[in-house]
């Protein structure tokens, strides 16, 4: 079983200040984690992923984020966010032994103000 | 395209209608999700196809629904005598290969308003 957390649905931050969008999991096997995007009107869009090595993964955009195995969690992270960053995130869990699907996250809705 | 393709891009249709909606993936990915994406919630697992196999359709909420992929590329999604409770965005993916380490891409879905 599998299965993935998004505590927040909104945050709010303004320009140029750090991002962080939460993710915690869980899954019976070792994890695949990912992180979409969707912007009004469009389909998901692939940020990064963790499969295995370092913990921390650098992705598209500026974002990373960091697998934390004692703490399940997979919390994405920006430095200094833009406007353009507003958009809706998931987090996405896969690995369940015997399973290829992925669970996604409801989805936490960034706004950058500026 | 270079893209995933997805038709028609919105949807209204009449309780008790019968809707079809399209997805063209990617040339060469033969893998293909059917996701349904409901306002405030994430995305609803509905139906996989991996090439020649026989598709998982363990996410199809009733047997309303069905979906079909001809010659391993273009799929359909049908559901039969629309409900309210179908209004929803429903997105198509497709990947490479199979697994749940695979990069899905995600067309820009089908917004479906049942009246």
């Known amino acids: 079983a599998q299965s993935v957390a998004q505590p927040e649905d909104q945050v709010n931050v303004a320009e140029g200040n750090p991002l962080t969008v939460k993710c915690t999991y869980s899954v019976s096997g070792n994890p695949y984690l990912f992180w979409y995007v969707q912007y009004p009107n469009r389909g998901l869009q692939f940020l990064l992923k963790?499969?295995?090595?370092?913990?921390l993964v650098k992705g598209s955009y500026g974002f990373e984020a960091e697998f934390n195995k004692s703490q399940t969690s997979f919390h994405l992270k920006k430095p200094s966010a833009l406007v353009s960053d507003s958009a809706l995130y998931f987090c996405?869990?896969?690995?369940?032994?015997?399973?290829?699907?992925?669970?996604f996250g409801a989805g936490t809705t960034v706004t950058v103000r500026a | 395209g270079a893209g995933v393709s997805q038709s028609p891009s919105n949807k209204v249709t009449e309780k008790g209608k019968d809707v079809e909606l399209r997805c063209d993936p990617i040339?060469?990915?033969?893998?293909l999700y059917w996701y349904r994406q409901s306002l405030g919630q994430g995305l609803e697992f509905l139906i996989y196809f991996q090439g020649n196999s026989a598709p998982d359709k363990s996410g199809l909420p009733s047997d309303r629904f069905s979906a079909e992929r001809t010659g391993g590329s273009v799929s359909t999604l049908t559901i039969q005598r629309t409900q309210q409770e179908d209004s929803a965005v429903y997105l198509c993916?497709?990947?490479?290969?199979?697994?749940?380490?695979?990069?899905?891409?995600f067309g820009a879905g089908t917004r479906l308003s049942v009246l």
């Open positions: 040339s060469g990915h033969t893998a």
């Open positions: 996405a869990v896969g690995g369940a032994r015997g399973d290829y699907k992925l669970s």
């Open positions: 993916a497709s990947s490479p290969v199979t697994g749940a380490k695979n990069i899905q891409y």
């Open positions: 963790y499969i295995t090595g370092d913990n």
